[in-house]
């Protein structure tokens, strides 16, 4: 075993070294318009090198580089280091364009790509519904042919929808084939949410958090898109679906962030002044185990995907090791902070600005741990998924139809 | 960049699995449990076949990790033997150079050495030995041939397929290979708990095995009974403690050949979270299973009682995080 990433990637990483000495970061008194268009040249620059948008076609806005996870791990890193832009991010760069490369139209492709990667267009995620969660294949919300057969006419709601605020469109399930079984009536649109027949409203969490930043749900009243919208055939879109999610899974998770959680909890008891509390360093240390299991494990499923092996179970147990994981944290947090909790934290579970705070801080990460239990396939689903796929034992019953 | 097992560490692993399969099987198991003896030679004999003693001779080409490969395997099987005090002492004499005349002998397993925990009155297999390898992070490290002042006394040992007598060596026994103060002394108290998490490791994986596959087999209300979330779930549960896990010890074993800065943290790290994980895999285990696991004939016992010795042997999981938090800085 050797975790050092070899002499070819070290000299690649001084080449991406280079290029960010001479690109980033902006001038310090640059704001507003100049900021964003420095940013934007920026991201151009780093596409011309390779560095952004790796699987993207050269055509559609990307930089179209063999695969290469090394590369794109040093990449990775020396961005991070240099606190430089990457890709935008969200919805858009990790489930609308993979889908629409492998089962958009070459119309599709053009329209959406490059807008996307650019930033300019948002996507919020329409799948889940008041009555479709983790059976997701349920979804109600209808949608009913024009009468000359050229738009979509749309009913029905959608929710926990991140970026929601944000979101110049969607990509959602929609009934179509009421009298289909429920898997094969299901059609995949995208849709411009700046329209009269859409409604977005945020939904206040239990963390407090609520405005621009949470989550919102969508009420479509008449809403419309033109079929050419559509991706993949009328009544396939459950399969068009199975693209993305398996893409938001590979994109959740980051051992890195892990540890640096760790490290703020070992401050936390330090500024709470408890760390030579032989039962507080057990306790640190027994989640410790757990996450260097993780970060160990992420090397090894990184070096298998270098060597395009499979690495077995272990990916499958990923997401829910971390949600474990923050649960045993956040349980030691509220144990630290101890009568800090009984205030409520400035912002609390919000972004942007709130000044300086407190150990008060954590119950943010109390609460949001909670979260993790569900967004991103539930921790329910986490279980079967590794008991059925990676142990091989028998589907539930009541699921046996499930694809 | 390379984190994972290589093809020739995975033929090694393979290598000793069938060689037990075939020298170990349950029915020896039980035979063994159910005798006096403290050691199987025909099992150690077939290990050592394969030259297993010689891993962590200096010229081998392999090192640590792949001695924990070996004990991993031998863990999963319930294996006999003193296999970590033969490498430990293989590797002690080698680098020590003095006890050279022990050296051939236990690389090929035809001496057996066990190794004595500085502190500890009990040995795994004391009464087959012919070499005891204490290990002390206080007092350095000795080799101390059977014959000279070691005092052994048979016990009814818990763990039936490694059993311990209690032992005492008279002070200034045998030879020193190594002060206390010399780096090799902590080197080699690592490497034991890097070999007993691997056992653990191994032991862990079996049990979850075995519990899986029972519940594809065995039916209740007409259907498997791994079909059923709730027994679902705790099985995905033992999976999700073990699995990831492994490259817990993977690192530990990793870092002590590379010789990182942060080997001996590494080390006291998988000792203690593997011993955990092992405890609560063969509770879960039987749980799993229901009355045939809480039968003698079907096994468990024999990796749960593993499981107990694992965990105390060598200082206990909260021993090695305390060393770890200090070992942090904290």
Known sequence: ?403 | MHFHLTEEQTAIQDAVRGTLADAWPIERIHAFADGDADFDGESWRALMALGLGGILLPDSGMGLLEAALACEVAGEAAAAGPLIGQWLAVAAAAASGKGGEFLDPLASGERVATLVHGGSAFVPCARAADLFLIVDRDAGVRLVPASEGVTIEAVRASDRSRPVSKVEIADGAGERLFEAADPMTARLADAALVLVAADALGGAQKVTDMSVAYAKEREQFGQPIGRFQGLKHQLAHMALDVEPARALVWYAAYAWDAGLSDAPRAAAMAKAHLCDVYVRATRAAVAAHGGIGYTWEYGLGYWFRRAVFDRAWLGSPAEHRARAAAQAGW
């Not at chain 1, 990637?9 to 100049?34: I, N, Y």
């Not at chain 1, 969607?170 to 009536?185: C, I, N, Q, S």
């Open chain 1, 1 to 403: 075993m050797d975790l050092s990433y070899g002499e070819a990637a070290e000299a690649f990483r001084a080449e991406v070294r280079a290029f960010l000495s001479l690109h980033w970061p902006p001038p310090s008194d640059m704001r507003g318009t100049d900021l964003r268009q420095f940013i934007r040249t920026f991201r151009a620059l780093a596409i011309d090198q390779g560095y952004l948008y790796r699987a993207i076609p050269k055509r559609y806005g990307g930089s179209e580089q063999p695969v290469d996870v090394i590369r794109a791990q040093v990449i990775r890193e020396e961005f991070a280091r240099a606190h430089a832009p990457t890709e935008v991010g969200g919805n858009g760069v990790n489930m609308t364009v993979p889908t629409l490369l492998e089962k958009g139209t070459d119309a599709q492709k053009e329209l959406f790509i490059r807008k996307t990667l650019e930033g300019d267009y948002i996507w919020g995620q329409g799948y889940s519904e008041p009555g479709a969660g983790s059976d997701l294949a349920s979804v109600r919300t209808r949608g009913e042919l024009s009468a000359d057969g050229g738009k979509w006419i749309i009913n029905g709601q959608k929710i926990w929808t991140s970026q929601g605020m944000q979101a110049t469109h969607m990509f959602m399930l929609v009934r179509t084939e009421p009298d289909a079984p429920k898997h094969d009536g299901i059609t995949y649109l995208l849709i411009d949410l700046d329209q009269p027949g859409v409604t977005r409203r945020p939904i206040r969490q239990m963390t407090g958090e609520a405005g621009d930043h949470t989550f919102c749900e969508f009420f479509f009243d008449n809403a419309e898109t033109p079929v050419t919208w559509q991706v993949g055939e009328r009544g396939q879109g459950w399969y068009v679906s199975r693209t993305t999610l398996k893409h938001e899974r590979a994109s959740i998770g980051g051992a890195d962030g892990l540890g640096k959680q760790f490290a703020k909890l070992v401050e936390l008891a330090k500024e709470v002044g408890r760390i030579d509390d032989p039962i507080v360093r057990d306790r640190l240390t027994q989640i410790e185990g757990f996450v260097l299991s993780h970060r160990y494990s992420s090397y090894r499923i990184f070096s298998c995907a270098a060597a395009g092996e499979d690495a077995g179970a272990v990916p499958l147990m990923m997401k829910l090791l971390l949600t474990e994981i923050g649960h045993d944290m956040a349980l030691l947090a509220q144990d630290l902070i101890g009568e800090h909790g009984f205030v409520e934290p400035a912002g609390a579970g919000g972004r942007g600005n709130r000044g300086p705070r407190g150990p008060e801080k954590w119950m943010d990460q109390i609460m949001g741990s909670l979260g993790n239990s569900i967004a991103g396939g539930a921790s329910n689903i986490q279980r079967n998924i590794i008991g059925e796929r990676g142990l091989g034992l028998p589907r539930d019953l009541a699921m046996s139809g499930e694809r």
